[in-house]
């Protein structure tokens, strides 16, 4: 079973920055589109960032430039350095490859806390 590991969370004040790891064990790792999500308390989960096998990026639209995501293939990690952050992007941040996102399979995230 694959599994993804984020780490990275915390509290931070609000404009501040927080980078984002997550690991995985997923041996084509480097092949694969990877994409980070987040899920708020009493909210769906949802898309945040994705990178695919070529390094093409897309991001969610109230990401707004605040975020970049990135990968090391060698470390099997993907990153989501978060600049600007708002209260509203408090949540649990998951990565995951989107196929396994959309049978509903995903590993453990990591809790982003911003103050106002």
């Known amino acids: 079973q694959v599994q993804f590991v984020g780490s990275g969370g915390g509290l931070v004040q609000a404009g501040g920055s927080l980078r984002l790891s997550c690991a995985t064990t997923e041996s084509t790792f480097s092949i694969n589109a990877i994409g980070w999500y987040r899920q708020a308390p009493g909210k769906q989960r949802e898309w945040v960032a994705g990178?695919?096998?070529?390094?093409?990026?897309n991001y969610a639209d109230f990401v707004n430039g605040r975020f970049t995501i990135s990968r090391d293939n060698a470390k099997n990690t993907v990153y989501l350095q978060m600049n600007s952050l708002k209260p509203e992007d408090a949540a649990v941040y998951y990565c995951?490859?989107?196929?396994?996102?959309?049978?509903?399979?995903w590993g453990q995230g990591t809790q982003v806390t911003v103050s106002s």
């Open positions: 990178m695919d096998s070529g390094g093409r990026t």
């Open positions: 995951n490859d989107p196929r396994w996102a959309s049978q509903g399979a």
